[in-house]
């Protein structure tokens, strides 16, 4: 078991480098689009395509600031269905850091965009709603490790009258909101990832050792049609942790391209969170967690059966 050990802390500690650039481009990513949040944005004819887009951008919060326009009925179900489907929460990051996975990625990411746009506009067509509430206002919430999400804080939300009270006050507080955007909160998203990828690493190597790898994968085998349910179960928990574990599966192959696409569908980040705590219709919260929950083990179940043939 000690090797057991020293090989999980290995495995994880070489994809730690490549987790702390991923997250630093996330950091950019979500900055340079923080200020274009709005409701307008995610309506019209575009707007299953622009939420899928927008979903499959790997950032710790889009689904989070979708859930807000959602509950402020300013953006449509099949919108909101879109950016669940194709957000994928932690596993970019996780399969990018890994280059033994990196093929696995395009294939998981294309199926989900693909599904969550068809899915988005099937849903606003049969679900027509014309009382919508579209302003340009940039909507903001709190996502991952109290991460604000979907506005331009480093400029000027930067600081209030009470911490700033002259231009170097606002300079100060401007590098100090740099640094923690920059640096502290890639570092600490990547070691948290890091600790989790190391959880599942060592988890299945002791499986493993006990029963062996070709009784883990025959195992794997015979269940592989309860994998897109059993992982959509993983992935509706609102935790970074649950997009990991499935990410990281799926790149060690123990989890099925299905399996995997199942899991990452329903996995939403905090989004579903902030869609039981904040939305005023229990019924309309059920329909939607509902709708995202089954629509994504069909198209695990689907993907399952496609693979089997070929």
Request: hydrophobic fraction near 55%.
């Amino acid at each position: 078991m000690i090797d057991v050990l020293f090989d999980a802390i290995s495995d994880s500690l070489k994809v730690l480098p490549f987790l702390i650039l991923a997250y630093l481009v996330i950091e950019l990513l979500e900055h340079a689009t923080a200020a274009k949040f709005s409701a307008r944005l995610l309506n019209g004819k575009l707007s299953p395509l622009i939420g899928a887009g927008l979903g499959v951008i790997p950032q710790c919060g889009f689904s989070v600031v979708a859930t807000k326009l959602y509950t402020n009925r300013s953006i449509a179900m099949g919108t909101l269905l879109a950016v669940y489907l194709s957000t994928s929460d932690e596993a970019i990051a996780v399969l990018v850091s890994d280059f033994s996975a990196i093929d696995k990625l395009l294939p998981l990411l294309a199926i989900k965009v693909v599904f969550a746009v068809a899915v988005g506009y099937a849903v606003n067509f049969f679900c027509r709603k014309k009382d919508l509430n579209v302003t340009n206002e940039q909507v903001s919430a709190v996502g991952c490790h109290n991460h604000v999400v979907g506005k331009d804080d480093d400029c000027a939300h930067c600081c209030d009258e009470s911490d700033c009270h002259s231009d170097e006050d606002h300079k100060i507080k401007h590098r100090r909101n740099a640094i923690k955007r920059y640096v502290a909160h890639p570092l600490l998203h990547a070691a948290i990832t890091f600790g989790y990828i190391f959880a599942v690493n060592f988890v299945l190597g002791a499986i493993i050792f006990w029963v062996g790898k070709d009784a883990l994968v025959s195992f794997m085998g015979e269940i592989a049609f309860l994998q897109p349910l059993l992982a959509a179960i993983v992935g509706l928990i609102p935790n970074c942790a649950s997009s990991v574990v499935i990410a990281q599966m799926y790149a060690v192959g123990t989890l099925s391209l299905g399996g995997a696409i199942s899991g990452l569908c329903v996995s939403a980040g905090l989004g579903l969170a902030v869609l039981v705590k904040e939305n005023k219709s229990v019924k309309d919260t059920a329909v939607v967690i509902g709708l995202l929950f089954l629509l994504s083990v069909a198209l695990g179940l689907a993907v399952t059966a496609v693979t089997a043939i070929i």
